[in-house]
């Protein structure tokens, strides 16, 4: 039997990692308590890595978490807005989109010596990241 076709030992870590898996969808709805007491008993026992996967074959890989919108920044942001409407003349919000427009454009134009580099840097290492991160694929043909 080739090395790599052998089952890797399952750690306490895996076992865990499993049966926290199990009860997230236990919580979701999913499984049922039975369900999810014999299968956590046999994730416990399990030896390889292929039992875990065999536990959790038939689930999705994570449960979806359920969140909500952020309402208040959004209520708070929308209060600032009328007050700053009400209050405030309508040339001045004018004259200051403008203002605020033009310095904009100006920073992207003079300061592009400074951040073309810097996201140019920050792509090639986030490439070079990604291509060290990938497991390295070793072809032995060792039999033991």
């Given at each position: 039997?080739?090395?790599?076709?052998?089952?890797?030992?399952?750690?306490?870590?895996?076992?865990?990692?499993?049966?926290?898996?199990?009860?997230?969808?236990?919580?979701?709805?999913?499984?049922?308590?039975?369900?999810?007491?014999w299968?956590?008993?046999?994730?416990y026992?399990?030896?390889?890595?292929?039992?875990?996967?065999?536990?959790?074959?038939?689930?999705?890989?994570?449960p979806?978490?359920?969140?909500?919108?952020?309402?208040?920044p959004?209520?708070?942001?929308?209060?600032?807005?009328?007050?700053?409407?009400?209050?405030?003349?309508?040339e001045?919000?004018?004259?200051?989109?403008?203002?605020?427009?033009?310095?904009?454009?100006?920073?992207?134009?003079?300061?592009?010596?400074l951040?073309?580099?810097?996201?140019?840097?920050?792509?090639?290492?986030?490439?070079?990241?990604?291509r060290?991160?990938?497991?390295?694929?070793?072809?032995?043909?060792?039999?033991?």
């Amino acid at each position: 039997m080739a090395i790599l076709n052998r089952d890797l030992r399952a750690s306490d870590g895996d076992r865990e990692q499993a049966v926290a898996l199990l009860k997230e969808h236990y919580a979701e709805g999913r499984l049922a308590e039975h369900e999810l007491s014999w299968r956590s008993d046999a994730a416990y026992r399990a030896v390889g890595l292929r039992d875990l996967r065999l536990l959790t074959s038939d689930l999705p890989a994570a449960p979806t978490p359920r969140r909500r919108a952020p309402v208040l920044p959004l209520a708070v942001l929308a209060l600032a807005l009328a007050a700053w409407l009400v209050m405030v003349p309508p040339e001045v919000t004018v004259a200051l989109l403008l203002i605020f427009s033009v310095l904009a454009v100006l920073a992207v134009f003079l300061l592009a010596p400074l951040w073309i580099p810097v996201v140019l840097g920050v792509v090639a290492y986030r490439l070079i990241r990604a291509r060290s991160a990938q497991p390295q694929r070793h072809h032995r043909s060792a039999v033991i």
